[in-house]
T-cell receptor
C-alpha cells in the first residue's frame, strides 16, 4: 500500500465551479500536510501548508485535514481557467522527509 | 529573492551514457532534495542533502548519486543511463519545512 493515495483524474469542470481534490494516507504519524500546484513543464509550487488537523483558507483555496479519517482535501471556489494544472498533495511526519501523491490533473473550461 | 535554479533545463542522452544535473538552492537554504517525476510513478524521492551530508535516501539503484557543496549547491549524477531514466528531475530546497521546487531538468534517454 502506498503511503499517499491520490486520484489521478483527469478532472474537468466548467469555469466558476467548486473543485474538490482529495488524498488519503495510511501513516497516522503524518502531521504536516501540503498542496502543490504544477503547471505543464514547470516545477511544483506550494499552495497550502497546514500542521495537524483543521481548515486553512487562502483566497479561493481551502485546505482541510481530517486526521481521524486520514483524509485531506483542497477546495477551489470560483474556479478559473488559470487553475488548470496538476495538483499534488504531500505529507510529512517530521517536516523533513515528504511523501507525495501522484497528482490530480484539473482542467477548468471557460 | 532568486528561486531554485536547475541546469540544464533539457538534456538528451543515449543509453549507457552518464549525466550530471546541477541545482542552486535559494540563498540561505541548506537542505536540497532531488526527485524524479514520471507520468506513471509521480514524484519519487531520490535523496536529500543537508550541510553537505546525505540525510535521507529513496529506493533508487546506486547508479543515482548526488553531492552537496559547501555553498549548498548540489549535483546529481546518473551513470549507465537506461531508457527508463527518462523523466523530469526536480530539485527542491528548504530551511526546514515545505520544499520550494526548481523548474526541473527534463532528461530524455534514447
Amino acid at each position: 500500500q502506498k503511503e499517499v493515495e491520490q486520484d489521478p483524474g483527469p478532472l474537468s469542470v466548467p469555469e466558476g465551479a467548486i473543485v474538490s481534490l482529495n488524498c488519503t494516507y495510511s501513516n497516522s504519524a503524518f502531521q504536516y500536510f501540503m498542496w502543490y500546484r504544477q503547471y505543464s513543464r514547470k516545477g511544483p509550487e506550494l499552495l497550502m501548508y497546514t500542521y495537524s488537523s483543521g481548515n486553512k483558507e487562502d483566497g479561493r483555496f481551502t485546505a482541510q485535514v481530517d486526521k481521524s479519517s486520514k483524509y485531506i482535501s483542497l477546495f477551489i471556489r470560483d474556479s478559473q481557467p488559470s487553475d488548470s494544472a496538476t495538483y499534488l498533495c504531500a505529507m510529512s511526519t517530521t517536516g523533513n522527509q515528504f511523501y507525495f501523491g501522484t497528482g490530480t490533473s484539473l482542467t477548468v473550461i471557460p | 529573492k532568486a528561486g531554485v535554479t536547475q541546469t540544464p533545463r533539457y538534456l538528451i542522452k543515449t543509453r549507457g551514457q552518464q549525466v550530471t544535473l546541477s541545482c542552486s538552492p535559494i540563498s540561505g537554504h541548506r537542505s536540497v532534495s532531488w526527485y524524479q517525476q514520471t507520468p506513471g510513478q509521480g514524484l519519487q524521492f531520490l535523496f536529500e542533502y543537508f550541510s553537505e551530508t546525505q540525510r535521507n535516501k529513496g529506493n533508487f539503484p546506486g547508479r543515482f548519486s548526488g553531492r552537496q557543496f559547501s555553498n549548498s549547491r548540489s549535483e546529481m549524477n546518473v551513470s549507465t543511463l537506461e531508457l527508463g531514466d527518462s523523466a523530469l528531475y526536480l530539485c527542491a530546497s528548504s530551511l526546514e519545512g515545505p520544499r520550494t521546487f526548481g523548474p526541473g531538468t527534463r532528461l530524455t534517454v534514447l
